[in-house]
Nanobody, 123 residues
């Protein structure tokens, strides 16, 4: 089992930045791909960014050029640095750990999820 705890959410004005962090505990010996998903009210959960066990990255189009995902394997943490935030970025952001080392895009490939952290961007 792997436990994930997110932190760093909050309320910010459009154009500002926010950094989310996710700390993993439990069976963390392997280096699975990690990802950040988000879910806005009335919308499906969507993949924002992912990072493989070897630190290759993937970004959704909405995140390219504004968000950066990174991992610190020594500390079992994954971060999402978000800049130039927009009101449409408002959502609950979830950290997730994948079954695989390589990046997968489907939520079903991620058996472990954090509780989520709210990000609200005001205009």
């Amino acid at each position: 089992q792997v436990q994930l705890v997110e932190s760093g959410g909050g309320l910010v004005q459009a154009g500002n930045s926010l950094r989310l962090s996710c700390t993993a505990s439990g069976r963390t010996q392997s280096r699975p791909a990690m990802a950040w998903f988000r879910q806005a009210p009335g919308k499906e959960r969507e993949l924002v960014a992912a990072i493989s066990g070897s630190s290759s990255t993937y970004y959704a189009d909405s995140a390219k050029g504004r968000f950066t995902i990174s991992r610190d394997n020594a500390r079992n943490t994954v971060a999402l640095q978000m800049t130039s935030l927009k009101p449409e970025d408002t959502a609950i952001y979830y950290c997730a750990a994948c079954w695989y080392v390589d990046i997968r895009l489907q939520p079903s490939a991620y058996p472990y999820w954090g509780q989520g952290t709210q990000v609200t961007v005001s205009s």
